[in-house]
Nanobody, 125 residues
Framework: QVQLVESGGGLVQAGGSLRLSCAAS??????????MGWFRQAPGKEREFVAR????????YSADSVKGRFTISRDGAKNTVYLQMNSLKPEDTAVYYC????????????????WGQGTQVTVSS
C-alpha cells in the first residue's frame, strides 16, 4: 500500500511559479523502489502525463508541453517528489496528481497503480 499526498497548488498569474510536493508513505513502501510521476487533468479532458523521475532520481522525462518550464525532482530522505513549475500559462490550469509505479519508463496513467488525491492549479491570464 502506497499513500501519496500532494500539496502546493493554488492560484497564480500567468508567468508565475508554483512548486508542488508529493509526500509518499506506506507500511511496506520503499520510496527508492518506485518511479514517481506527475499527471494533470483539466475539466473535460483526459488525464495527461507531465513528468516522471526514476527511482534513483538520475533520469527524468517530461512532456513536450512543459519542457523547459517544469522540473521534477525527488528527495529520498523525505520520501517526497517535487514539481517546480515556472512560466506558467493559463493552459496549465488543471488538477495535478502524483503517482507511483514500479515500472521504469511508464508515461501512461494506467501504468501507475498508486495515486494521490490531486491538487488544483489555476493560472489566470
Amino acid at each position: 500500500q502506497v499513500q501519496l499526498v500532494e500539496s502546493g497548488g493554488g492560484l497564480v498569474q500567468a508567468g508565475g511559479s508554483l512548486r508542488l510536493s508529493c509526500a509518499a508513505s506506506g507500511r511496506t513502501f520503499s520510496f527508492s523502489n518506485y518511479t514517481m510521476g506527475w499527471f494533470r487533468q483539466a475539466p473535460g479532458k483526459e488525464r495527461e502525463f507531465v513528468a516522471r523521475i526514476s527511482w534513483s532520481g538520475g533520469s527524468t522525462y517530461s512532456a513536450d508541453s512543459v519542457k523547459g518550464r517544469f522540473t521534477i525532482s525527488r528527495d529520498g530522505a523525505k520520501n517526497t517528489v517535487y514539481l517546480q513549475m515556472n512560466s506558467l500559462k493559463p493552459e496549465d490550469t488543471a488538477v495535478y496528481y502524483c503517482a507511483a509505479t514500479s515500472s521504469a519508463i511508464a508515461i501512461r496513467p494506467y501504468d501507475y497503480p498508486s495515486w494521490g488525491q490531486g491538487t488544483q492549479v489555476t493560472v489566470s491570464s
